[in-house]
């Protein structure tokens, strides 16, 4: 009776996680049903891409001077003026050209986006990116191209007083005061600038001059020329950090549009300025290849292979066949939730890697099946067919465990989606067929 109620409640356990693996798993949301389970993540083989040409710019600057040949933010009536290139010729070169590719990368990473190909070219600098279409890209194709450079400086002038080598850190923050929150910008600079800030803060200061009239010396904080805030220093700043206050709500979807301000900001100073400027030559979705139709004829055919090879269990092992089959069932559907639950990026290569799981679990029962096939009748001879036949496929799932660890940690994204299905799928098969399948196998004699 033990022996049957344990197969029952395996069995159902197996259908259950095949109908959320499946169908989903969905609870009532005001009018609608939502499903707790997240959809596949898949790549640009199936959902298209963003496609970015970046060029090295070409255009030029207009720097102003006064009578005295200071530069000054714009033009005067006694002053001069000449045109530069915002690139010029000492820093076209290969290195910056690969400092700025990696910095891009660098960039797409901290962003979250996994998926991406970027191409350089070596002569010209150029760079042609393919990012996922979603709701990160536009945002994402913003940070390849924005240069990223902090200035603080004379808001009279325009003299730079601090850039971003003087710069530490920008960490994103916020409180929360009675029903209000506040969400800042806390720039760090780093030890030998300390000491610069504190003079600064001292100097760019409100005062009175001879006729008691007050007089403000500001200072801009700006990201490429954007001004983030024009102040004068109330208190001396003696511990290198410039807090800004980048607004106050109570709206959840304001506090939201703040914060996401606040953090973009953030990453986009703590990388570092791109070393060149660089303008958009094309940005245009791309539409993939892969269509249902063209996913029908290789699906449809794997699917009926694999019905096959199920039938094939049951008219060979019978019963264990059957066992055998409701396993499988359940390996694929636990596999399947894995690749949703974790977020792996679903690629072509990401495919095969679930077809490769799905053919080793399906050896794999069958090497199991024969080994007890051939054993008498007894549970302590299964247990011993059963541990010796995972002791010889350990040595085939151990170097595939191996291959899937070591490519996941690649940067080329296809071998990456490999890599993350084959450690997942080959770790949840060792654990699968030691534990679920055990017991439904073990569990099938009669004595």
């Given at each position: 009776?033990?022996?049957?109620?344990?197969?029952?409640?395996?069995?159902?356990?197996?259908?259950?996680?095949?109908?959320?693996?499946?169908?989903?798993?969905?609870?009532?949301?005001?009018?609608?049903?939502?499903?707790?389970?997240?959809?596949?993540?898949?790549?640009?083989?199936?959902?298209?891409?963003?496609?970015?040409?970046?060029?090295?710019?070409?255009?030029?600057?207009?720097?102003?001077?006064?009578?005295?040949?200071?530069?000054?933010?714009?033009?005067?009536?006694?002053?001069?003026?000449?045109?530069?290139?915002?690139?010029?010729?000492?820093?076209?070169?290969?290195?910056?050209?690969?400092?700025?590719?990696?910095?891009m990368?660098?960039?797409?990473?901290?962003l979250?986006?996994?998926?991406?190909?970027?191409?350089?070219?070596?002569?010209?600098?150029?760079?042609?990116?393919?990012?996922?279409?979603?709701s990160?890209?536009?945002?994402?194709?913003?940070?390849?191209?924005?240069?990223?450079?902090?200035?603080?400086?004379?808001a009279?002038?325009?003299?730079?007083?601090?850039?971003?080598?003087?710069?530490?850190?920008?960490?994103?923050?916020?409180?929360?005061?009675?029903?209000?929150?506040?969400?800042?910008l806390?720039?760090?600079?780093n030890?030998?600038?300390?000491?610069?800030?504190?003079?600064?803060?001292?100097?760019?200061?409100?005062?009175?001059?001879?006729?008691?009239?007050?007089?403000?010396?500001?200072?801009?904080?700006?990201?490429?020329?954007?001004?983030?805030?024009?102040?004068?220093?109330?208190?001396?700043?003696?511990?290198?950090?410039?807090?800004?206050?980048?607004g106050?709500?109570?709206?959840?979807?304001?506090?939201?549009?703040?914060?996401?301000?606040?953090?973009?900001?953030?990453?986009?100073?703590?990388?570092?300025?791109?070393?060149?400027?660089?303008t958009?030559?094309?940005?245009?979705?791309?539409?993939?290849?892969?269509?249902?139709?063209?996913?029908?004829?290789?699906?449809?055919?794997?699917?009926?292979?694999?019905?096959?090879?199920?039938?094939?269990?049951?008219?060979?092992?019978?019963?264990?066949?059957?066992?055998?089959?409701?396993?499988?069932?359940?390996?694929?559907?636990?596999?399947?939730?894995?690749?949703?639950i974790?977020?792996?990026?679903?690629?072509?290569?990401?495919?095969?890697?679930?077809?490769?799981?799905?053919?080793?679990?399906?050896?794999?029962?069958?090497?199991?099946?024969?080994?007890?096939?051939?054993?008498?009748?007894?549970?302590?001879?299964?247990?011993?067919?059963?541990?010796?036949?995972?002791?010889?496929?350990?040595?085939?799932?151990?170097?595939?465990?191996?291959?899937?660890?070591?490519?996941?940690?690649?940067?080329?994204?296809?071998a990456?989606?490999?890599?993350?299905?084959?450690?997942?799928?080959?770790?949840?098969?060792?654990?699968?067929?030691?534990?679920?399948?055990?017991?439904?196998?073990?569990?099938?004699?009669?004595?």
């Amino acid at each position: 009776m033990e022996r049957r109620l344990k197969i029952i409640l395996i069995t159902l356990l197996i259908i259950l996680l095949a109908i959320i693996s499946f169908a989903g798993l969905f609870v009532q949301n005001t009018k609608f049903m939502d499903n707790l389970i997240p959809e596949y993540q898949l790549g640009m083989d199936f959902e298209g891409y963003r496609a970015i040409t970046l060029l090295v710019s070409d255009e030029e600057e207009t720097i102003y001077y006064d009578k005295d040949g200071n530069v000054v933010s714009s033009t005067q009536d006694d002053g001069t003026s000449e045109k530069i290139p915002v690139n010029s010729e000492e820093d076209l070169t290969r290195e910056n050209y690969m400092k700025a590719r990696d910095l891009m990368r660098q960039r797409l990473s901290h962003l979250g986006i996994s998926e991406y190909l970027i191409r350089l070219d070596e002569e010209n600098g150029s760079v042609t990116v393919q990012i996922p279409e979603n709701s990160m890209t536009d945002i994402a194709s913003q940070f390849l191209y924005t240069r990223g450079n902090f200035e603080l400086t004379d808001a009279d002038t325009g003299e730079v007083l601090l850039d971003s080598s003087n710069l530490k850190e920008v960490t994103m923050g916020y409180s929360t005061l009675s029903t209000e929150t506040a969400v800042y910008l806390s720039f760090e600079f780093n030890n030998d600038s300390v000491e610069k800030l504190r003079e600064i803060s001292t100097t760019y200061v409100t005062s009175t001059d001879e006729d008691g009239e007050e007089i403000d010396r500001e200072v801009t904080l700006s990201i490429d020329g954007s001004t983030l805030l024009t102040t004068t220093f109330e208190d001396e700043i003696t511990n290198g950090v410039i807090p800004i206050n980048l607004g106050t709500t109570t709206d959840s979807a304001t506090l939201s549009s703040y914060m996401s301000q606040a953090r973009n900001i953030a990453l986009l100073v703590n990388d570092g300025p791109l070393p060149l400027e660089y303008t958009v030559d094309q940005n245009r979705f791309v539409k993939s290849d892969i269509t249902l139709e063209s996913a029908m004829v290789p699906a449809i055919i794997l699917a009926v292979i694999l019905v096959i090879g199920l039938i094939v269990l049951i008219i060979k092992y019978r019963k264990l066949g059957v066992f055998a089959i409701i396993s499988y069932i359940g390996y694929v559907a636990i596999l399947l939730l894995a690749v949703r639950i974790f977020n792996l990026v679903v690629t072509l290569e990401g495919i095969c890697g679930i077809i490769i799981a799905m053919i080793l679990n399906f050896i794999l029962l069958v090497y199991l099946l024969h080994s007890l096939k051939h054993t008498e009748k007894d549970l302590a001879q299964y247990k011993i067919a059963y541990n010796k036949g995972m002791v010889s496929m350990a040595l085939v799932l151990i170097p595939a465990l191996i291959i899937g660890i070591v490519l996941c940690f690649a940067t080329w994204n296809p071998a990456y989606s490999f890599g993350t299905i084959i450690f997942w799928a080959v770790f949840i098969m060792a654990i699968y067929n030691v534990s679920i399948t055990r017991i439904l196998f073990l569990n099938s004699i009669k004595k």
